[in-house]
Nanobody, 112 residues
Framework: QLEESGGGLVQPGGSLRLSCAASTSIFRISIMGWYRQAPGKQRELVATISSRGLTNYADSVKGRFTISRDNAKNTVYLQMNSLKPEDTAVYYC????????WGKGTLVTVSP
């Protein structure tokens, strides 16, 4: 089970940190990812992090977002800086280990 938190309303240029807590012992050997879905658009990759800490980012967020993980807490984070209105979306956490498991999402709204 995955539970996201940390979403909310923020002004352009602001920051938010999303968290995703996993209630499973396979967390530390799993690839974790953040995805987002804006209204009327398909879900898209934001960032992933391997069990060893290797990261990958969508071009649209490179240099602004940072994904990290704490295996002791079974938690993955997404630090989002310099937020733009186009970052507005529901952000989902995904765990990949033979199968994909998704959280229910947390809404991020970037607006003046």
């Amino acid at each position: 089970q995955l539970e996201e938190s940390g979403g909310g309303l923020v002004q352009p240029g602001g920051s938010l940190r999303l968290s995703c807590a996993a209630s499973t012992s396979i967390f530390r050997i799993s690839i974790m990812g953040w995805y987002r879905q804006a209204p009327g658009k398909q879900r898209e990759l934001v960032a992933t992090i391997s069990s060893r800490g290797l990261t990958n980012y969508a071009d649209s967020v490179k240099g602004r977002f940072t994904i990290s993980r704490d295996n002791a807490k079974n938690t993955v984070y997404l630090q989002m800086n310099s937020l733009k209105p186009e970052d507005t979306a529901v952000y989902y956490c995904k765990l990949r280990n033979m199968m994909d498991y998704w959280g229910k999402g947390t809404l991020v709204t970037v607006s003046p």
